[in-house]
């Protein structure tokens, strides 16, 4: 078999990739570890910067998004008993937008079965061959048997655990990584959201997160021990722990009902530079993580796409070679400005193992600024809706 490009993983990334490069008559085949139900079955991201709406309005596959979404003008943070809004609006004129990544995910798959461009699911043994050279090629293993794929180009679009990032060679690839000493317990319930806007807390018994999805679908979570499982959390010890760290007005209100998903996430900053080898890039989570407090891992994933899908059209279209020779550079710009924003946003909202009084007192100090200090407001704001690509 042939193609243009070959997109390693079937995430968001991978799927907006394929969608746009579709628009511009680019021709795509996509490889995916998992089955469909598998991948629309992980509960991730909520929060969708302009730029990324905009991209998928671009590709076509915006109609129920933009039936279905729900605008944010700005977002609350609470410390103790304290609360105060970020108005996003009214600071700089921008919003942020609610929108699930599974949503997102459905919709992009239901977007490719139409244009019936090639999709594997459930391969195996992904390698991808020779892509330092002019004729690079993907082998793996479908229902027993293997296939090869020529190409033009590969897109590592395969996640933190894909083989993409690994195919670049140590000697030339240099990672830098923080892994926080906590994770996310994370609820998904069917109860009404307790307040219009997400609620970021800090309390003195850890971060807590008061999202949604919807009117009636309601996304929480609490900082808990990095060793902690889900097995030692029942709802009710879940809601408690929930209800001890907001304020108590918010916590009166709190309606609690069952989970329907449960689930802990690790917190970890990552990158890996650069972002291409010869005609392999990496884009999305294979290529960085953020921890989920700033909102950023699917807009940093969306900013990737946006870059690497206008160096391969220029590339199709004019013969221009210069997008795919700035595309790490690019990328990794925006990248390390998501990954401050992200790490800042984490130290500033969770409680540490080792933190001293002298770093409560300077948490407590910033976090005073940004709920008095204007120009601290707009500052996380323009990071908070995104910067601009
Ligand atoms: P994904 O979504 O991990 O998709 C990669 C796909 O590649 C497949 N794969 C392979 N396929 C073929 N061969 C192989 N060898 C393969 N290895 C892996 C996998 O099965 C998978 O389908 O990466 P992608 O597309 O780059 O998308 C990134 C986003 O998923 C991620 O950044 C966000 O979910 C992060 N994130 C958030 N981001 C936001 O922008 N806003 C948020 O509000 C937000 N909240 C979150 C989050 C992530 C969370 N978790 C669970 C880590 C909240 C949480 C709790
Ligand atoms: C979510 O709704 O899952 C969510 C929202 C904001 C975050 C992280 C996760 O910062």
Known sequence: MRTQVVIVGGGPSGLLLGQLLHKQGIETVLL??????????????????????????????????????????????????????????????QNVVVYGQTELTHDLYDAREAIDATTVFEVENVQIIDADRDAPY???????????????????CDGFHGVSRKTIPETVRKEYEKIFPFGWLGILSETPPVHDELI????????????????NLSRYYVQCDQTDKVENWSDD???DEL???????????????????????????????????????????????????????LNTAASDVHYLH????????????????HYSEKALARVWKAERFSWSTTNLLHR???????????????IESLHYNEIAQRWFAQNYVGLPY
């Open 310 to 325: 206008e160096a391969l059209v220029r590339f199709y279209r004019d013969k221009d070679m210069g997008g795919i020779e």
């Open 138 to 156: 993907v082998t793996y293993v479908s229902g027993g048997a293997e296939h090869r794929i020529d190409c033009d180009f590969i897109a590592g």
């Open 32 to 93: 995916e570890r998992k089955t469909r139900e598998y991948v629309l079955a992980r509960i991730r991201a909520g929060i969708l910067e302009t730029g990324l709406v905009n991209m998928m309005r671009e590709a076509g596959v915006a109609e129920r998004m933009d039936r279905e979404c729900f605008v944010h003008h700005g977002t609350c943070i609470s410390y103790e008993n304290e609360m105060f809004a970020i108005d996003f609006h009214k600071l700089i004129g």
């Open 243 to 297: 209800k001890r760290r907001l304020p108590e007005a918010i916590a009166e209100k709190l309606v609690t009902g069952p989970s329907i998903e449960k689930s802990i996430a690790p917190l970890r900053s990552f990158v890996t530079e650069p972002m291409r080898w010869g005609r392999l890039f990496l884009c999305g989570d294979a290529a960085h993580i953020v921890p989920p407090t700033g909102a950023k891992g």
């Open 352 to 366: 540490f193992p080792d933190q001293s009084d002298f770093d409560l007192k300077m948490q407590r100090a910033e």
């Open 200 to 215: 970021y807390a800090n309390s003195t018994r850890g971060f807590a997160l008061c999202s949604m999805r919807n009117e």
């Open 237 to 239: 010890a879940f809601w």
